[in-house]
């Protein structure tokens, strides 16, 4: 090839590409507003967005898998966690981990009420985008899909949960380690991790599924709300009974008994407040 | 330093200097975070450390860009530049951008768009940077009626840069559109259009260090710029993984992001074969090691490393971790901040007083150094990725407990980093040591002794229409 071939070559190889990468421009505006629910885009979402950038989140989070790598990623967090727990959670993160145990901590941002809620509006709408599925399984912020499965015999015993608990800490975070050290201890059967059923099914989204359970019109149990129906199951195993031959045989649950004669009442809250705290 | 008005490339370098090093100090204060705990958090987060270390990044690269441009631009057209006093102007309003950006961020202000933090003033301002640079050097070709190749491409890539960057002025409602759009200017900044300037830089110091033939380096120059664009248009693609985007991105990102690396390849076979079969060698030996080591270093960080993570069904698994990161540090390092290295050194000897035609010992370390300590980086956030991606990801262990589990990779990049850091302080304090030469003088008679790669007048062809004469 001479000089002007090969001229000719960058010439055209360049023009043919932003060619067919103008035409896919085009063809992606035409499937934006399916993919991304456009219609969806509140004043609420384009407020949230804002709150997002002017926090400057993507230079510790990532959202879409992409910002920095020092925080977790945030694309299908309102999937995993109710409005309640994550306002409570920005309002002070101090309070649901801790910096001395995982070296790292969020700091308070200071966020007003009507920032917090329009973020998680925002947030909502980015977990709903068509993203060809991805994240392939849930991004946990702690813990692990298979409980146990992030730390030793030794160290389950030295710190149950996200972090060591104090008397006065949100109830959440004192549910979270009574799940892991109650006796027999939850997480033995049970994972909060969407799809992970153990010997006990997924513990994750409680709420969508009492709903689910309530208008299947199979329900036999006594509770009306999503809170007396996690109390129920944990005081009264058996009074509705999960649908599976894994789960019960003869009409009693596989659970124990034990929970309601040996938690305490207020300790029942605690994990009602940590369960509750999923969507 | 055959013209006068070259003088300004040394404040330019000076300047991006400076950035350089505080990039650095940025740079370890957020690796040290990732050991935590943190006893800034609420004074200096994370975040605004990032935000600052990338910033400092793109601007002092563009620094140097505009510097070496204006290196180059005399030496290639043989003349003086068109105004001198404008492009200290340009500078200065560059300058004054820069550290307002950076103080900005300290306090809070930026946009909070990943690599797009610069407050809209900010952004004009570079814009009107770019436009009097542009005008700058245009002036000076046509003044000159000298114009190459080399410099074709050069000018494209520059221009192109500017213009890449007008999306990034846009303002879109659906966050998904905005991000689309995002990746125009970064993804086509470098991956795209400053591979372009790079090409032209190599080409440059390619012909000066080697002595090889003008005709042949800016034939194979035309290939790579072919090749870059085939790939890395399209090769946007992977950018578009699992954002809301259309399916039909994730095929077409394998496939051109797989061509990406076949221009690298041929970048660093094109520095190889031009040194071997060069006719002379230059005496400025550690120019050659800054230039070669920049066609290599891009190679391996933007060629093979980009791969590594490119194809859908691996980045399923790797998107927006550490495997990034990896990435990021040893592409950006080998082509942009090498190749701005590459030719600071090879203009020093006649740009500042009193220093040896062939790098001095200082300079020597300055590249093993960092050269170490680049690797030694690279290999940290590999370790720490892979790490990441099986615990996080695969295993579904929680990502606060898996980053605990990796601190001792972070252990490794703080090491790694502090040599990397005491190259970096070596180059800047090598470059700092001599004074700068504010009159012209001829390479030739400034080292006698040494044998340079042909007299300047044999340099190509002087016809403006150079880019047609080749065969």
Request: charged fraction near 15%.
């Amino acid at each position: 090839m001479n000089k002007r071939q090969t001229r000719l070559f960058a010439i055209a190889s360049t023009a043919i590409a932003t060619l067919l990468f103008l035409v896919l421009t085009v063809d992606s505006h035409r499937q934006f507003p399916t993919l991304t629910n456009s219609e969806n885009i509140t004043e609420e979402v384009i407020r949230g967005q804002q709150v997002w950038h002017n926090y400057n989140c993507i230079n510790c989070h990532t959202i879409l898998g992409e910002g920095a790598y020092y925080a977790p990623d945030l694309t299908k967090i309102t999937q995993l966690r109710g409005t309640p727990y994550l306002t409570a959670f920005m309002k002070d993160p101090s309070q649901f981990y801790d910096e001395q145990k995982h070296r790292r901590l969020m700091p308070n941002l200071g966020m007003s009420d009507q920032e917090i809620s329009d973020v998680i509006v925002f947030m909502d709408w980015v977990s709903k985008v068509d993203n060809q599925g991805w994240p392939p399984r849930p991004i946990l912020v702690t813990g692990a899909a298979l409980p146990g499965s992030d730390a030793g015999a030794a160290q389950q015993q030295a710190d149950a949960g996200a972090r060591p608990v104090a008397a006065d800490n949100s109830p959440i975070a004192l549910g979270e380690a009574l799940f892991r050290n109650a006796i027999p201890t939850c997480q033995a059967c049970h994972s909060m991790t969407p799809g992970v059923n153990l010997a006990g099914p997924s513990l994750a989204g409680l709420g969508a599924f009492f709903e689910q359970v309530k208008a299947s019109g199979e329900y036999t149990g006594k509770a009306t709300t999503e809170e007396e129906f996690i109390r129920e199951s944990i005081v009264e195993p058996s009074a509705w009974l999960h649908p599976g031959a894994m789960y019960s045989a003869g009409g009693t649950s596989f659970m124990p008994p034990t929970y309601g004669d040996d938690l305490t009442e207020e300790q029942i809250d605690q994990l009602v407040a940590y369960l509750m705290s999923f969507k | 330093m055959r013209y006068k008005s070259q003088s300004v490339a040394y404040w330019y370098f000076a300047l991006a200097m400076v950035l350089f090093g505080l990039q650095l100090v940025f740079g370890l204060l957020s690796a040290s975070k990732y050991l935590g705990p943190d006893p800034l958090l609420n004074l200096l987060p994370f975040d605004v450390t990032k935000t600052v270390h990338t910033n400092l990044l793109i601007v002092w690269v563009l620094t140097g860009f505009m510097g070496a441009t204006y290196w180059i631009i005399s030496d290639e057209s043989r003349s003086e530049l068109y105004s001198v006093k404008l492009a200290y102007i340009q500078l200065g309003i560059w300058a004054i951008m820069g550290v307002t950006a950076v103080v900005g961020y300290l306090f809070g202000y930026g946009t909070g768009n990943k690599l797009l933090e610069q407050p809209l003033p900010h952004k004009i301002a570079i814009v009107v940077c770019m436009l009097i640079f542009l005008y700058n050097i245009v002036m000076t070709i046509r003044q000159s009626g000298r114009f190459t190749t080399t410099e074709g491409v050069l000018l494209l890539g520059l221009a192109s840069s500017a213009v890449l960057y007008l999306p990034a002025l846009l303002h879109w409602d659906n966050y998904i559109i905005a991000i689309y759009y995002r990746w125009w200017t970064i993804h086509l900044w470098v991956e795209g259009v400053w591979e372009m300037i790079q090409g032209a830089f190599l080409a440059y110091l390619l012909i000066r260090l080697s002595g090889a033939d003008r005709e042949v380096l800016e034939k194979w120059l035309y290939v790579i710029v072919g090749l870059v664009f085939i790939a890395g248009i399209l090769g946007t693609a992977h950018h578009y993984y699992w954002v809301g985007v259309p399916a039909y991105w994730l095929p077409l990102g394998g496939f051109f992001s797989a061509l990406e690396p076949v221009a690298l390849v041929g970048m660093a076979m094109y520095a190889y074969f031009s040194i071997r079969r060069g006719g002379v060698r230059h005496p400025n030996v550690l120019a050659l090691h800054w230039t070669i080591g920049s066609a290599l270093f891009t190679m391996f960080g933007a060629g093979l490393l980009g791969l590594a993570h490119t194809f859908p069904s691996i980045n399923k698994w790797t998107h927006g971790t550490l495997i990034t990161a990896m990435h990021g540090h040893a592409a950006f390092y080998g082509a942009y901040a090498m190749i701005v290295m590459a030719v600071i050194t090879y203009a020093l000897p006649t740009l500042t007083k009193n220093r040896q035609v062939d790098g001095s010992a200082v300079g020597y370390w300055a590249f093993w150094l960092q050269m170490a300590g680049m690797f030694g980086m690279t290999l940290s956030f590999a370790t720490a990725g892979i790490g990441q991606v099986y615990l996080e990801r695969v295993l579904g262990i929680g990502y606060l407990d898996v980053q605990l589990k990796i601190q001792i990779h972070f252990i490794m990049l703080i090491v790694t980093a502090s040599i990397f850091a005491i190259g970096v302080a070596l180059f800047i304090y090598d470059f700092f040591r001599q004074a700068p030469r504010m009159e012209p003088v001829d390479e030739a008679e400034l080292f006698p002794d040494a044998t340079l790669p042909r007299g300047p007048s044999s340099f190509g062809t002087a016809s403006p229409n150079t880019a047609r004469m080749g065969s």
